[in-house]
């Protein structure tokens, strides 16, 4: 085990070489760059062995890393925001052809009004696409959910596409002391990738004909249900980690402080660690709050979600995007699920272009949601943070 | 691995590739070219195809008409893809598999041209095929870049103001011979000796290789589909098309027409340039004339080409075969 003090986007570089990735097709875009740049340096350096592939763009990037996963290599790449938008064509093809390749995307938000400050506007519509997708609190945290990411894809049950997404410059530019553990411990927990089917002249197959609609629907349907089925595959794969590295984050959903809360804010991200602050603090004052760690929105755990909401009297949904003339899409997801659950539920939209979620601002959030007990017919969504007020 | 010399079509496999029983048109260029360069690429092959006729005749689940491994997924990327399953091949240990991908006109003079040159520019180990019909016939014969002056097609239609396309075809050769790679070629499939040895070459060389095939296409070019090779032979043989390699730097005229014949003969077996007057025509043959110039350094005369307007007004706007 080594420690080192890194920001996330080295943190994942780190995971991506432990987990001895063989293609890294790559492009820049800010604030993802650190990632591509330490894999090219570990790449010419001889400290990782695998071909670094810069492309002339995002879309050319993905469209690379489908063909090397596709003809059995493991592939990594990263992006962020415009370039993540860029490769939105190719993303589909990616779950249909039951591809793992792991991509971290580092939050930022979307023109315009430009911006390369963290929001989740780029990646929130991708959840559509058919990838998993897990955010992330530290830079520990993204380090081994790279390893982990690439175990949970590549396991036969699942055979899926990872999006590892890390918040802009609150994670990525910001260094943490990070443990890195040993190569063999890696080796170990993380074996050789073995493709389900594999370009190969000797064995020809036929990747993603195109499918009449006598068809199509079926594979829509298989698709749906693999992704439902990778759940048990993430929390398996979590506990398995946690066994070697003493790190456990809760596979699909963790929690904070939530056994006999009765408010509780479900979050995702950083804002996590401000809201785990402020959980604390209304403690420390006697109040019963707990906090909801949502990890992957693609598998979305509702039934899990489900169990962990029963004894609350009241939940906020912290979201970092909008669905304009709506409610952010986390709370869509989670008022989804929790429709018959019978508590009130109410919208935190914050930190929107990147704007700061201070403490008081989580604060503030709690208190609404306390407001809102037992009371079904409140507001349901709340601006945080907004100049003016909302 | 030692290949055995291709010189000529005598020397050519009879194993098939591409199977019968696709879905192409009677006459059909494109299907005509990969035919035959599967046939010299033979069994160690991996295709990738993009959004084109070809994916469409060929790939419509649950059948496949590639005995190779197969791979589709979009329109613009054919470039990156064949480079990421090369570089896997390469991590993998797998040596002497060609990879190519085999793109549509729209696929490679327009969408795709970013992707194409950054693997030029790479100079990744793989082989890129564009199957040149001059337009996007998949979606129903729109103009692309690599349509002619003159042509008809339902985005250059012949109106009362704009008669057909106005803008002569781009030169995409010198465009990838711009990047330096070591080997590239023109095609034609009415020429079957100088096809097969340019693709044996293509095969054999390392690092990315071109090969540009004109492809006519019965309902795209309005022809008959027994005129398909007729009609590929005139195109070389009035400098509408030029049988050309450049082979590490070394660039080669392959067949030089003894005289260039006017255009109009070329011209008069299509359909989609009936509608062109004298002045049209002068212009598209003094265009031929100064490519050839250009390109060889060589004065050529222009052939005589006294046509007639043709009067008959010309409906070309019938369904399209192939739907969007
Ligand atoms: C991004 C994108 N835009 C448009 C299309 C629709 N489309 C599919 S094939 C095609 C034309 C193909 O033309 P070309 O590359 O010349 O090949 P051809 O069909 O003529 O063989 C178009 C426009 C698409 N599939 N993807
Ligand atoms: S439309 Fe043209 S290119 Fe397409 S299959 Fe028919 S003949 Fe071939």
């Not at chain 1, 506007?121 to 990838?131: A, K, L």
């Not at chain 1, 595959?233 to 402080?257: K, Q």
Request: hydrophobic fraction near 40%; aromatic fraction near 8%; glycine fraction near 8%.
């Amino acid at each position: 085990m080594a420690m080192k003090v890194i920001s996330a986007d080295h943190a994942v570089a780190y995971g991506a070489k432990l987990s001895r990735v063989e293609v890294v097709p790559a492009f820049p875009i800010t604030p993802q760059t650190l990632i591509v740049e330490l894999l090219a340096e570990l790449i010419n350096d001889g400290e990782l062995d695998a071909h670094f592939m810069p492309v002339e763009s995002e879309h050319s990037a993905m469209s690379a890393a489908i063909g090397a996963s596709a003809a059995g290599a493991r592939t990594f790449t990263a992006t962020s925001s415009q370039g993540l938008a860029l490769m939105h064509e190719m993303l589909y093809a990616v779950p249909q052809n039951r591809l793992p390749i792991v991509m971290a995307n580092v939050n930022r938000s979307l023109g315009a009004a430009s911006g390369i400050w963290v929001e989740y506007n780029d990646s929130m519509p991708e959840r559509e696409s058919g990838w998993l997708q897990v955010y992330i609190e530290d830079n520990q945290e993204a380090l081994d959910m790279i390893i982990q990411a690439y175990r949970i894809a590549e396991d036969r049950n699942v055979m899926l596409p990872i999006m590892v997404c890390l918040d802009g410059f609150v994670l990525s530019h910001t260094v943490e002391r990070v443990d890195l553990p040993d190569q063999n411990l890696v080796d170990s927990f993380l074996p050789k990738f073995r493709p389900l089917h594999v370009l190969d002249p000797d064995e020809p197959v036929t990747m993603n004909p195109i499918a009449p609609p006598e068809y199509a629907m079926e594979m829509r349907y298989q698709l749906d249900r693999a992704i439902e089925g990778a759940k048990s595959v993430i929390n398996a794969v979590d506990h398995e980690y946690s066994s070697l590295t003493s790190r456990s984050y809760g596979g699909l959903i963790d929690s904070y402080h939530l056994e006999d809360a009765e408010i509780a804010l479900l979050t995702l991200g950083t804002v996590t660690s401000t809201a785990r602050a402020v959980v604390d603090y209304l403690r420390a004052k006697g109040k019963k709050a707990g906090l909801i760690k949502l990890r992957f929105i693609r598998p979305f755990p509702a039934e899990e979600l489900k169990l962990f909401v029963r004894d609350l009297k009241a939940l906020g949904v912290f979201d970092r995007s909008l669905s304009f003339n709506g409610y952010g899409p986390v709370f869509t997801e989670v008022r989804n699920a929790l429709y018959q659950e019978g508590i009130p539920i109410t919208n935190h939209i914050a930190g929107l272009g990147g704007r700061d979620v201070s403490f008081k601002e989580a604060l503030e959030m709690f208190q609404v949601i306390e407001k809102n007990a037992g009371n079904e017919k409140g507001m349901v969504c709340y601006w945080h943070g907004l100049r003016g007020g909302s | 691995m030692q290949e055995k010399e291709i010189r000529t079509i005598k020397d050519l496999s009879r194993e098939e590739f591409l199977t019968k029983g696709h879905g192409a048109c009677p006459g059909c260029g494109v299907a005509v070219a990969v035919k035959n360069i599967a046939r010299v690429l033979g069994k160690n092959t991996i295709i990738y195809v993009p959004a084109s006729c070809l994916i469409v005749f060929t790939a419509l689940y649950p059948s496949s008409a590639f005995k190779w491994p197969f791979l589709y997924t979009a329109f613009e990327n054919t470039g990156a893809v064949i480079s990421g399953i090369k570089a896997a091949l390469e991590r993998r240990g797998k040596q002497g598999v060609t990879v190519v991908g085999m793109a549509g006109d729209g696929g490679t003079f327009d969408i795709g041209l970013q992707a194409l040159s950054g693997a030029a520019e790479r100079n990744d180990d793989v082989l890129y095929v564009c199957l040149d019909n001059e337009a996007y016939m998949n979606t129903g014969i729109q103009r692309s870049g690599a349509t002619p002056f003159g042509a008809w097609t339902t985005t250059s239609p012949v109106g009362k103001k704009i008669q057909g396309k106005r803008e002569f075809k781009k030169d995409l050769d010198a465009i990838v011979a711009a990047h330096g790679v070591p080997y590239m070629a023109t095609l034609s499939i009415a020429h079957p000796n100088d096809f097969v040895r340019k693709v044996q070459k293509a095969k054999i060389t390392n690092g990315f290789r071109f090969l540009h095939v004109l492809c006519p296409c019965v309902p795209g070019w309005r022809s008959e589909a027994s005129k398909t090779v007729a009609i590929a032979r005139l195109a070389v043989e009035t400098g509408m098309w030029t049988l050309y390699e450049i082979d590490h730097g070394v660039e080669k005229l392959t067949y030089k027409p003894r005289e260039l014949v006017p255009v109009k003969e070329y011209l008069q077996l299509q359909g989609r340039f009936r509608h062109m007057g004298e002045d049209d025509i002068e212009k598209l043959q003094n265009w031929i004339c100064e490519k050839w110039r250009n390109q060889f350094y060589e004065e050529v005369p222009v052939p005589p080409c006294k046509l007639e307007k043709v009067k008959k007004e010309l409906i070309l706007d019938e369904d399209p075969l192939h739907g969007p």
